[in-house]
């Protein structure tokens, strides 16, 4: 089982519309939860943390279910740059030492005009 | 812009040489990651530096070493390489080793 999963899309979606993906991780011990965006051939650049309280930031939600191993972004009234691929990414960090950030294979999004 | 530089942005060397990967970190920042992107995939976590030592390292051959330097810059050694190590190799800093991280712009190494 991979640690994180993804859908990888694409998701084809007509500009003004809500758009929500997820993301499962297998590793209970996970310690910080994150959403990072990924432009074709950049670096990752990082949107939100996710928190078990839920969080927004603008038009994005983002949600943590510890007990399902569940995260998800909402994103509201789609704008054409949101084009991009969304990186679900877990942190384990056991606190004998580092893991490093796993992230998942990425969902591709794209917003039509 | 996140703070965090690369250097070189790309690179082209032959199978069986040694490489070496630049990166420095974002001001106040001392927790220096590596991770090698292939076309198609997440980034996968190499090694991580904290205070000059590595912390924490990926499912990497030893081939693949690293260093930070007491300005909490780093380095990335890959010796040996093979067509595989092709890929996007990407540095992130972050306060600690939990908080979030970022990425510099990534150095796009290409073995022939």
């Known amino acids: 089982r991979k640690e994180v999963e993804q859908d990888p899309g694409p998701f084809n979606v007509p500009e003004g519309a809500t758009v929500a993906f997820n993301c499962t991780y297998s590793n209970s011990a996970s310690q910080s939860f994150f959403w990072y965006r990924q432009d074709c051939r950049k670096e990752p650049k990082l949107l939100m943390s996710?928190?078990?309280s839920g969080n927004e930031d603008g038009r994005f939600t983002a949600q943590l279910n510890r007990a399902s191993q569940y995260i998800s972004l909402l994103i509201r009234d789609s704008k054409l740059s949101d084009s991009a691929t969304y990186l679900c990414?877990?942190?384990?960090?056991?606190?004998?030492?580092?893991?490093?950030?796993?992230f998942g294979k990425g969902t591709h999004l794209i917003i039509q005009p | 812009e996140t703070g965090v530089t690369q250097s070189p942005t790309h690179l082209i060397k032959t199978r069986g040489q040694q490489v070496t990967l630049r990166c420095s970190s974002q001001s106040g920042h001392n927790t220096v990651s590596w991770y090698q992107q292939a076309l198609g995939q997440g980034p996968q976590f190499i090694f991580q530096y904290y205070r000059e030592e590595e912390n924490g390292r990926g499912n990497f051959p030893p081939r693949f070493s690293g260093l930070q330097f007491p300005n909490y810059s780093s380095e990335l050694n890959v010796n040996a390489l093979e067509l595989d190590d092709s890929a996007l190799y990407l540095c992130?800093?972050?306060?600690?080793?939990?908080?979030?991280?970022?990425f510099g712009q990534g150095t796009r190494l290409t073995v022939v």
């Open positions: 990414v877990v942190n384990l960090y056991s606190g004998g030492g580092a893991d490093g950030l796993t």
């Open positions: 996710v928190y078990s």
């Open positions: 992130a800093s972050s306060r600690t080793g939990w908080t979030e991280a970022f």
